[in-house]
């Protein structure tokens, strides 16, 4: 008996168990069937109805801080510059007088138009507002999340490469580019900036510096260094204006500090942060210190170039260069870029109108 009813109760489960199983096939192939004409619906709703997925593939960008005067007498050759960088990797804020508008009217680059920053201030040149400029600067180009590196440039600064290049070599490392070097020479350090500022953090440097934007932030948040540089930092006035001024006791003991000559340098340097930096300027000056006659002038005003002296030799020249020479600190520094020996300059100024015309025309300026 156990035997007989065995089998069949065997054979009856095993043919549950084939039921199961083919039920179990049909309602996955059911499922699958639904699940595809499910997501072809979508694939078919959305491309019909909605815009494509925005894939996230803006790169990051340098920002163009531009200070100038009024108009930008060199925006020509920012334009063709910038017309070779078709992936938007970067962004351009200008801080000209009060109430200047960058439009149709007063710049012939769309890339300009309206991007003159709304609470600029007035600058007096060699003066704290120069610093309170740049912070505008800093405070509007930081709102952007993919502005990476914040360089200024003034309004008679070229390019000397196109934007590829420039984009790598300054992206390619993560440091600010800020020339700066132990200031020693006497006069230009206020004893009354002490403790605050220590004169063993006390540098000079050129205000044509790259940030990376940990150091912008730095800059816009500083509300110990700024103070001080107000109350304590002043150029000594020139002959010509001391009709305007007292006439100073002893000119020779006059203080003689140029605010933004020297704010970002030892800023960095109070924050003990110059490990994170490249110790050299990317824009390049020439300081006439041998021309003038008038001794109290000397080494005051960076060369201006004009048609005649802007020739295609001086830009190979500049470009040329590939060491930078510190007195003060008998330091030699060596330029390097992703590792190799490179190019110092990357910018240069003091430019013409007429001499960057006359640039653009022998072809030695490459830019796009
Ligand atoms: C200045 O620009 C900012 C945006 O960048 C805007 O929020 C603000 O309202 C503007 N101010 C004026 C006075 O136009
Ligand atoms: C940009 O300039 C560099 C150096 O002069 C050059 O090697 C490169 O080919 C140029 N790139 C473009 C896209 O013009
Ligand atoms: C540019 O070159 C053309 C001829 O090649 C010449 O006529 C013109 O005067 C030049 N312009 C400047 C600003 O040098």
């Not at 531009?66 to 801080?95: T, Y």
């Not at 149709?104 to 300009?112: G, K, L, N, V």
Request: glycine share 4%.
């Amino acid at each position: 008996m156990k035997r007989r009813s065995f089998l069949p109760q065997h054979r009856s489960g095993r043919w549950r168990i084939k039921l199961l199983l083919m039920v179990l096939l049909l309602f996955s192939c059911f499922c699958l069937l639904l699940l595809n004409h499910y997501s072809f619906s979508r694939v078919f709703e959305h491309s019909a109805a909605e815009a494509p997925p925005v894939v996230d593939t803006q790169k990051p960008k340098i920002a163009f801080l531009f200070i100038a005067r009024n108009r930008l007498p060199l925006e020509f050759v920012w334009d063709a510059f910038f017309q070779a960088e078709k992936e938007g990797k970067f962004s351009i804020f200008v801080h000209s007088r009060p109430g200047f508008i960058l439009n149709e009217a007063t710049t012939r680059s769309a890339y300009f138009y309206n991007r003159q920053v709304n609470n600029s201030i007035q600058v007096e040149w060699g003066e704290a507002s120069m610093i309170e400029a740049e912070r505008i600067l800093l405070r509007n180009a930081i709102k952007d999340s993919f502005n990476e590196r914040f360089l200024f440039l003034s309004d008679s600064c070229i390019p000397l490469y196109n934007f590829s290049y420039i984009y790598k070599y300054i992206m390619s490392t993560t440091t600010s580019f800020i020339d700066s070097f132990a200031d020693t020479k006497e006069g230009r350090y206020n004893p009354r900036m002490n403790p605050v500022i220590p004169v063993y953090n006390w540098r000079k440097g050129s205000q044509w510096v790259v940030l990376t934007r940990k150091h912008a932030q730095v800059m816009i948040n500083d509300d110990a260094v700024l103070p001080e540089f107000e109350k304590h930092c002043r150029r000594k006035s020139l002959p010509e204006f001391w009709r305007d001024h007292p006439f100073p006791a002893d000119p020779s003991k006059e203080h003689n500090c140029i605010p933004d000559e020297h704010y970002v340098q030892t800023l960095i340097a109070q924050k003990g942060l110059e490990g994170e930096i490249t110790r050299r300027a990317l824009t390049h000056t020439l300081w006439d210190l041998s021309s003038s006659k008038d001794r109290q002038r000397r080494g005051w005003h960076p060369v201006t170039y004009k048609l005649s002296d802007a020739t295609p030799k001086l830009i190979n020249d500049i470009k040329g260069i590939d060491n930078i020479y510190y007195e003060t600190e008998y330091r030699r520094e060596w330029c390097r870029s992703q590792g190799m020996p490179s190019k110092c300059f990357l910018f240069a100024r003091k430019f013409t109108r007429a001499a960057v015309m006359g640039l653009l025309n022998s072809s030695v300026l490459i830019i796009n």
